[in-house]
């Protein structure tokens, strides 16, 4: 989707010049301006305030944050290009589609019913930090932390009984996600109509599309709830977020200052990236069930569910190479199988 001109003006204007930001007692100071989606309220905005303190207090001012928030520096794909060109040296809580920009491999994470909870989700996170951070470094990032989309569902706005159900609804295929398209396109949809995201209200109110895909949350947020009376709470698909950093930018900073940086981010974490996230996916849930959303029943939820496993699981081979290499795969796939010994879950 273009921009108008004038927030194309606005963000030239605020990215300015590089990082570099003058002298104070001698030593240089940096300003390091990184970009996100997240709209600028409640504690996720608080918290990145704490951080900017912190920051600017433990390395006595020779770093300092600025944050601009709520899509002022354009979509995901203008941020990684922004931080390519040094007008930002960073970005925060990227989705897939910003990450997979800088580095494809991070969508092995997206790979239909992978994940079977959360739990899984945050052991391999966190066991694998090392490799992932090493795959962005070789695209000329630093990883700084990871953040949650979460996991997304199925939504129509007709009753699912079966699996033919399945293959009638009109369902939407976002465009620019080639990987989950075939995904939906194999798990059984057999009526995908691509839209852009900010098309899919209107495709919904319009009955172009008689289902969407989306987290609970974005469900609401985005306004599609009144259009999607039914779902299918079997998680399909898991999307991680993440900070990310220009390497050659941070390679400028001082080993103890670059260590302050990261910490900063690290230790909130868990915070902003995760509990807020899904706080706040409990109340939107929580919230559509008061509001009448139907869930389909648990049985035959259940009994598509496998269905569209045993269609969707050949991708993962088939997408060896061209997104995600063969030992990246092997390696969640280990740390998942480690996970559930421990846990005794076959």
Same mark, same amino acid.
């Given at each position: 989707?273009?921009?108008?001109?004038?927030?194309?003006?606005?963000?030239?204007?605020?990215?300015?010049?590089?990082?570099?930001?003058?002298?104070?007692?001698?030593?240089?100071?940096?300003?390091?301006?990184?970009?996100?989606?997240?709209?600028?309220?409640?504690?996720? =905005?608080?918290?990145?305030?704490?951080?900017?303190? %912190?920051?600017?207090?433990?390395?006595?001012?020779?770093?300092?944050?600025?944050?601009?928030?709520?899509?002022?520096?354009?979509?995901?794909?203008?941020?990684?290009?922004?931080? =390519?060109?040094?007008?930002?040296?960073?970005?925060?809580?990227?989705?897939?589609?910003?990450?997979?920009?800088?580095?494809?491999?991070?969508?092995?994470?997206?790979?239909?019913?992978?994940?079977?909870? =959360?739990?899984?989700?945050?052991?391999?996170?966190?066991?694998?930090?090392?490799?992932?951070?090493?795959?962005?470094?070789?695209?000329?990032?630093?990883?700084?932390?990871?953040?949650?989309?979460?996991?997304?569902?199925?939504?129509?706005?007709?009753?699912?009984?079966?699996?033919?159900?399945?293959?009638?609804?009109?369902?939407?295929?976002?465009?620019?996600?080639?990987?989950?398209?075939?995904?939906?396109?194999?798990?059984?949809?057999?009526?995908?109509?691509?839209?852009?995201?900010?098309?899919?209200?209107?495709?919904?109110?319009?009955?172009?599309?008689?289902?969407?895909?989306?987290?609970?949350?974005?469900?609401?947020?985005?306004?599609?709830?009144?259009?999607?009376?039914?779902?299918?709470?079997?998680?399909?698909?898991?999307?991680?977020?993440?900070?990310?950093?220009?390497?050659?930018?941070?390679?400028?900073?001082?080993?103890?200052?670059?260590?302050?940086?990261?910490?900063?981010?690290?230790?909130?974490?868990?915070?902003?990236?995760?509990?807020?996230?899904?706080?706040?996916? =409990?109340?939107?849930?929580?919230?559509?069930?008061?509001?009448?959303?139907?869930?389909?029943?648990?049985?035959?939820?259940?009994?598509?569910?496998? %269905?569209?496993?045993?269609?969707?699981?050949?991708?993962?081979?088939?997408?060896?190479?061209?997104?995600?290499?063969?030992?990246?795969?092997?390696?969640?796939?280990?740390?998942?199988?480690?996970?559930?010994?421990?846990?005794?879950?076959?």
């Amino acid at each position: 989707m273009k921009k108008p001109a004038f927030l194309i003006v606005v963000a030239l204007i605020l990215a300015g010049s590089p990082g570099y930001a003058g002298e104070i007692k001698g030593e240089t100071q940096y300003l390091i301006k990184m970009a996100t989606l997240l709209p600028e309220m409640g504690p996720s =905005r608080d918290l990145v305030y704490e951080m900017k303190k %912190e920051l600017s207090e433990r390395t006595g001012g020779r770093l300092n944050l600025r944050v601009y928030f709520g899509g002022v520096m354009g979509d995901e794909p203008d941020i990684v290009r922004k931080i =390519r060109l040094g007008q930002l040296q960073g970005g925060m809580m990227l989705t897939l589609l910003g990450l997979g920009q800088i580095s494809p491999a991070v969508k092995v994470l997206q790979l239909p019913f992978l994940f079977d909870n =959360r739990e899984e989700v945050d052991y391999v996170l966190n066991m694998m930090r090392p490799e992932f951070a090493r795959l962005f470094e070789e695209k000329g990032m630093y990883f700084v932390d990871w953040s949650e989309i979460g996991f997304g569902y199925f939504f129509s706005k007709d009753p699912i009984n079966n699996f033919e159900d399945i293959k009638k609804v009109k369902m939407v295929a976002f465009t620019g996600d080639p990987l989950f398209n075939e995904a939906e396109k194999v798990a059984g949809f057999g009526n995908l109509i691509p839209l852009h995201i900010t098309e899919t209200l209107t495709g919904l109110q319009t009955g172009l599309i008689g289902g969407t895909y989306v987290p609970f949350v974005g469900l609401i947020a985005l306004q599609w709830a009144p259009y999607a009376k039914y779902v299918l709470n079997v998680p399909f698909s898991y999307s991680p977020g993440g900070a990310v950093v220009d390497k050659n930018f941070f390679d400028r900073l001082s080993p103890a200052d670059r260590e302050v940086f990261f910490d900063v981010f690290r230790k909130r974490e868990r915070e902003i990236g995760f509990e807020l996230v899904r706080k706040m996916e =409990r109340e939107a849930y929580d919230s559509l069930l008061k509001r009448g959303m139907i869930e389909v029943e648990k049985g035959k939820a259940e009994l598509i569910a496998s %269905e569209m496993k045993k269609r969707t699981r050949p991708l993962y081979e088939k997408f060896e190479g061209e997104y995600y290499p063969a030992w990246l795969l092997k390696e969640v796939l280990d740390r998942l199988e480690e996970y559930r010994a421990q846990k005794g879950i076959k």
